[in-house]
């Protein structure tokens, strides 16, 4: 903005001050910098509107919880519509292209920082310049008289990794559930708007005399005074003459279960809190149809019934190695094979069998080490989740299990080290203010039953203080464990690091 002269601002001068007169101007001067300040006070007016606009957008409205959210996030979604002329077989092209997308967890209540993201590793690296989705449909002309058009349709999409926590997959059910609740309403609405306005009715029969020849007279709709509506049949559902589903697309699953909660019925409610999934793998496997689908929901049932039963069929084994700690076991055997199958393949193919021996002692020695780290991280969380609940039921106050906690966000904030020395540096600094905080919190409880009651007070606040106090070195020593286990596992698989930054939020350190 433009500097206000100083004859504007001025005020009449009090105390004895002497007083400045107004520089002289001309007129033109004085509308010039009238005009610029008036122009200047709109933009600003314009972007604080703007401002003030676009807070509100994201602010929602009175009722909205935004704590309570999962964002859908798109990255260079491309759209491209062709129509052909009418001599030419094909009516129109779709291509819908989108190089990204993700759904990102931004619920209070879960630690999951992505829920679905495109999944790369060391073994299928991301291609930079590939899309994520690809969805293309050519429409044709079966039947140019009666203008009758099919469609040929084609999907690709890349592989995907799902972090799945439960309260996430509970805020889905609730929110399709409540979507699909409005969407039926708004059709019910609509039918019965449809049949108030078809109410008036499209034939009229007047009489002419009583008891001689009634007349009737045919009216169209066009002619009844004050219907104005035309009703047009519904358009039919599409037609899908092929459908293609290329190449086939891996994904990953991981599933965290927190507590069994009865309200979707007893057997759903048991598995959604006691199922622990770890690098569940499944395929969704390529399908081509020529046969004709009438609909879309014709066709995402044929697909989902191809795939379960193909994943019944098929993939139940590594089903099986997704469950609990069967991950680390599978690892554990992967590697036992791979030490006596190697050399073997190895010298099938060329004859070295050193290489070949090299090759099945180093996937031996990783996989071996990786499986025991995992089971041991299991063992140590177990051990932290029973020292937890111990602390919980011999002291006071809220739960140190509460996602809000102190004690949770530091943890949460020292976990997944990139290597040993980050994790070895985390666990000390996690030992050191653990101490120091029960350290504290002994102190201040005893100085506080002092004053009160004297040395007498102060021994028993500290007797009161005891049992927390032996429990809360267990939960630090899992903790600084768990973080010395990460650091290794991170040092021996790099994959497990990258996975942990994009899986998990990141807290702030503290």
């Known amino acids: 903005t433009k500097e206000t002269p100083s004859g504007l601002n001025k005020t009449p001068s009090d105390n004895g001050k002497a007083t400045r007169e107004l520089p002289k101007s001309s007129a033109s001067d004085n509308t010039y910098f009238l005009d610029g300040l008036g122009s200047t006070l709109q933009q600003n007016r314009k972007r604080q509107s703007r401002m003030d606009k676009s807070n509100w957008q994201l602010a929602g409205g009175p009722e909205r919880k935004h ?50 993201y495109q999944y790369s590793s060391e073994t299928s690296p991301r291609q930079s310049h590939a899309n994520m ?13 009666r203008n009758i058009q099919e469609t040929c349709l084609k999907v690709s999409l890349l592989p995907l990794r799902l972090n799945i ?4 997959l509970q805020f889905l059910f609730t929110f399709f559930n409540q979507l699909s609740g409005l969407s039926i309403t708004s059709e019910e609405d609509l039918g019965s708007a449809l049949g108030t306005i078809h109410s008036t009715p499209v034939m009229g029969v007047t009489t002419s005399n009583i008891g001689s020849e009634s007349t009737e007279t045919a009216t169209s709709s066009s002619e009844v005074p004050g219907n104005h509506f035309q009703h047009t049949p519904r358009s039919s559902p599409l037609f899908i003459r092929n459908f293609i589903f290329s190449p086939e697309v891996p994904i990953r699953i991981d599933y965290e279960g927190k507590r069994v909660d009865l309200t979707h019925g007893p057997l759903a409610g048991l598995l959604m809190g006691l199922a622990q999934l770890n690098c569940l793998q499944i395929r969704l496997k390529r399908l081509s149809y020529k046969h004709g689908l009438l609909g879309l929901d014709r066709l995402i049932s044929y697909a989902l019934t191809e795939w379960v039963n193909d994943i019944k069929k098929t993939q139940f084994p590594s089903l099986i190695g997704g469950v609990g700690p069967m991950h680390a076991l599978v690892q554990l055997f992967q590697g036992i094979r791979d030490l006596f199958w190697l050399p073997i393949e190895q010298y099938q193919k060329d004859g070295r069998i050193v290489r070949g021996l090299q090759r099945g002692a180093n996937s031996f020695t990783t996989s071996t080490a990786i499986a025991a780290l995992e089971l041991t ?29 102190s004690r949770c966000k530091k943890q949460h904030c020292y976990s997944h080290p990139s290597d040993i020395r980050e994790g070895v ?10 101490l120091g905080e029960t350290a504290e919190t002994l102190v201040r409880v005893a100085s506080a039953e002092a004053e009160q009651k004297g040395a007498v ?15 809360a070195p267990i939960i630090l020593a899992t903790a600084a464990t768990s973080n010395l286990i990460g650091g290794v596992r991170s040092q021996l698989a790099p994959d497990s690091r990258r996975e942990a930054t994009l899986k998990w939020k990141a807290s702030p350190k503290s």
């Open 67 to 116: 704590s309570v959210l999962m964002q859908l996030q798109f990255n260079k979604v491309r759209f491209q519509h062709e129509i052909y002329p009418d001599q030419a077989p094909q009516a129109s092209r779709e291509v819908l292209l989108i190089h990204e997308f993700e759904i990102r967890d931004r619920l209070s209540s879960s630690q999951i920082n992505k829920f679905l």
């Open 133 to 145: 989705l690809v969805i293309k449909a050519v429409h044709l002309r079966s039947d140019t008289q």
């Open 165 to 168: 926590d439960q309260d996430s």
């Open 377 to 405: 991280a299991r063992i140590v969380q177990a051990i932290q989740s029973i020292a937890e609940a111990a602390f919980d039921m011999v002291s006071p106050g809220p739960s140190v299990r509460r996602s809000h906690g």
């Open 425 to 434: 540096a985390n666990a000390y600094t996690l030992v050191k203010e653990g």
């Open 457 to 471: 007070g102060a021994v028993g606040g500290v007797l009161r203080q005891l049992p927390p106090t032996v429990v």
